[in-house]
């Protein structure tokens, strides 16, 4: 397919608007075509569009939605090498991880397909009326999940394709019932015209309403600003930078009528270290540990940015497995030449501070390539210096010393909300463990043992969310099946006659869906 630059606004390609081009991650030149960033008028159209597909949409049988995702899936497997080698061009991602990310965009489009022919999305809820009960009736009473209305989602920078234009965020917003506006992330508009045109295509086969899905261009943040005060518009997914996600909270929280935002931000994963394990096998621990901390240039919200240990011979063989291993990693291409200008800053930042020393450091690179750092600092100084808590996007990591593990316990207290958090353990650790839980379930959206939080499983128990700034809403996760949730909200129905039911409410139950009945589920 022959990029065209354009938006893509009810299935067609349209705007004139401001003119920019994409930029080559790896040599940081502009690459063809021109691509027009968004105007007013598009993204009034798209959201009055997407508002007229609304109610056609969401009442679509949950066969046909599947359907529909499926056609998707096809259609961006159907573009071929074309996309991986554009995606790799605008992003500096290698083939390999491209080709898995697809693989993972497709199974995520596929599982919400299966989460509608399933069924329990709609939580279903009837208390049937009680007449005769005694001092007062009961009346008749059904709850069902509706769709709440077009969806923004902005394409996130680092997955080009699992978090973007059809990543997780589309995925369960259409499967929820609900038209997407996407808003394409300026570092890889290539990539995001052509999935957004297998989204076209799959909506056209599909005779969807043509509003169920745009897609928008922009170089800055004006049409992204413009989209979320939107009246249109109900929800926003958005996964990115603290300093965006956190603009667009405030600007969805000042419109005259109020909408969520579910932003996945900033998040620095820590990874404690118990003493058995450390000392059964701290030097492996630490190889582990530099594979998970410079796959993808670091460039994961899951990155292990945190190390808690206490000081000892099993954490001495923990940063000398670590140091070698990262002095012979490879520099990598960085997204975009500002996430890798913002990296250097983050690493500089940390070398300049009187209280932290240098480990070790991966080996030298290109202009754009990011290389790995490994910092260590005691216990002391983190809790008195909130600023080492700052994330540093890419393949730098601060390991914390601690006398004991009540210093580990201390510095885990002040850290903020995240979305993950790793024990590495030995059985003789387990009480340590078990104490440090339900600290680090008030902190984190997923506890996960022996292993890093990277490359996160699509799955139906799958948390990939966090209390804040990991997310801007804890309840929930950007991940996973559960995700759909974002985008319903519960309805009740009380004394309705049947025939004025919706199906899934009806009682002979024609959709076979699974139910709850007076508080039980259905037999
Ligand atoms: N923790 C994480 O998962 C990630 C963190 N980052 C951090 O963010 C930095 C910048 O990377 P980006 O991916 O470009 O993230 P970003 O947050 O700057 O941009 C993401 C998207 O949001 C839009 N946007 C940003 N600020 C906005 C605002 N005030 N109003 C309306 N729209 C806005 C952008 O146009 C873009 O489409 C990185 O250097 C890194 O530090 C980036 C990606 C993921
Ligand atoms: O580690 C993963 O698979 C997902 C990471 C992620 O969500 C992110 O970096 O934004």
Redesign the pocket.
């Known amino acids: 397919m022959t990029l065209t630059g354009r938006n893509i606004i009810g299935g067609r390609p349209e705007g004139e608007g401001t003119a920019f081009r994409a930029v080559a991650a790896a040599t940081g030149r502009e690459i063809e075509p021109t691509f027009h960033a968004a105007t007013a008028d598009d993204v009034d159209r798209a959201c009055a569009l997407a508002d007229q597909a609304f109610d056609a949409y969401r009442e679509t049988d949950p066969e046909r939605r599947a359907a529909f995702l499926e056609a998707i899936a096809q259609a961006i497997l159907d573009i071929g090498d074309s996309l991986i080698v554009r995606c790799m061009e605008e992003s500096g991602l290698p083939r390999a991880r491209l080709e898995g990310e697809r693989g993972r965009t497709v199974g995520q489009l596929r599982m919400f397909a299966g989460v509608l022919r399933e069924g329990s999305f709609l939580g279903v809820r009837i208390d049937p009326a009680l007449p005769d009960r005694q001092p007062l009736p009961r009346p008749d009473l059904r709850l069902r999940n509706v769709a709440v209305g077009p969806v923004a989602v902005?394409?996130?920078?680092?997955f080009p394709l699992a978090f973007s234009v059809a990543g997780g965020d589309t995925a369960s917003a259409l499967a929820a019932g609900c038209p997407v506006v996407a808003?394409a992330?300026?570092?890889h508009p290539g990539t995001s015209e052509l999935v957004g045109a297998a989204v076209a295509k799959a909506a056209a086969q599909c005779g969807m309403p043509e509003g169920v899905f745009s897609l928008l261009f922009?170089d800055g943040?004006v049409v992204?600003?413009r989209l979320v005060s939107d009246s249109r518009i109900a929800a926003v997914g958005?996964?990115?930078?603290r300093?965006?996600?956190t603009?667009?909270m405030k600007l969805a929280a000042e419109r005259p009528v109020p909408i969520p935002v579910y932003a996945?931000?900033?998040?620095i994963n820590p990874v404690v270290l118990l003493p058995d394990a450390l000392a059964s096998r701290g030097g492996a621990i630490g190889k582990a540990f530099v594979g998970a901390l410079t796959l993808g240039s670091g460039q994961f919200?899951t990155n292990p940015g945190l190390v808690l240990a206490v000081e000892g011979a099993g954490l001495d063989a923990f940063l000398s497995g670590a140091a070698a291993a990262l002095e012979g990693v490879a520099a990598q291409t960085m997204l975009t030449p500002?996430?890798h200008r913002?990296y250097c800053a983050g690493v500089a930042a940390l070398e300049a501070n009187e209280a932290v020393t240098l480990l070790a450091r991966g080996r030298g690179g290109g202009e754009t390539q990011g290389q790995a750092a490994l910092f260590a600092t005691s216990a002391a100084a983190f809790l008195a210096d909130h600023r080492l808590e700052a994330?540093v996007?890419g393949a730098a990591s601060l390991v914390v010393r601690c006398r004991d593990i009540g210093e580990i316990r201390a510095v885990l207290a002040r850290l903020e909300g995240q979305l993950t958090a790793a024990l590495h353990m030995e059985p003789g650790d387990h009480e340590a463990a078990r104490a440090l839980l339900p600290m680090l379930e008030r902190r984190v959206g997923r506890i996960l043992v022996n292993g890093f939080g990277t490359g996160v499983e699509v799955g139906h128990a799958m948390v990939h969310g966090g209390p804040y700034p990991a997310t801007s809403d804890g309840r929930t996760t950007s991940v996973g099946s559960l995700a759909i949730q974002h985008f319903l909200r519960p309805v009740c129905y009380q004394d309705l006659p049947d025939t004025l039911l919706p199906r899934e409410l009806q009682q002979a139950n024609p959709l076979g869906i699974p139910r709850r009945i007076d508080g039980r589920h259905e037999a």
């Open positions: 902005f394409g996130a920078s680092n808003k992330h300026p570092a922009d943040i992204g600003q958005f996964t990115g930078s300093t965006g996600g603009a667009l996945e931000m900033s998040s919200c500002g996430i913002t994330e996007f």
